[in-house]
C-alpha cells in the first residue's frame, strides 16, 4: 500500500515539479503541548497543472529523481477557491 498524503504547493517554478507542504499537529509524548511540524515532499506533475497555493493529494511513487519520490494525484482545492471561500467569511 503506497502512502497517501495531503499538502500544500510551495513551489511550482520547476517544469513538471512541484514543492508540497505537509502539516502535522501531535501533542509532545512527555509535556502535552501541541507542536505543529512540516514534512517537505518533491512531487512529479506530468501536465504542469497544480500552481502555488494549491492543496494537492499525493501519492508515493518510485524515484523518479534526486529529490522526487511522489506522484500527484489530483488536486483537492485551487487557490483561486481558498481566496474565494475566505473572502467570503470575512466579507
Do not use: F
Request: include cysteine.
Amino acid at each position: 500500500m503506497r502512502k497517501r498524503l495531503t499538502g500544500v504547493v510551495t513551489s511550482d517554478k520547476m517544469n513538471k515539479s512541484r514543492r508540497v507542504e505537509v502539516a502535522r499537529v501531535y501533542r509532545h509524548p512527555k509535556y502535552g503541548k501541541t507542536v505543529r511540524r512540516r514534512i517537505v515532499c518533491h512531487m512529479h506533475d506530468e501536465n504542469n497543472e497544480s500552481r502555488t497555493g494549491d492543496l494537492v493529494e499525493i501519492i508515493e511513487s518510485r524515484p523518479l529523481s534526486k529529490l522526487k519520490r511522489w506522484s500527484l494525484v489530483k488536486i483537492v482545492q485551487t487557490a483561486a477557491q481558498a481566496a474565494g471561500s475566505s473572502a467570503e467569511v470575512s466579507g
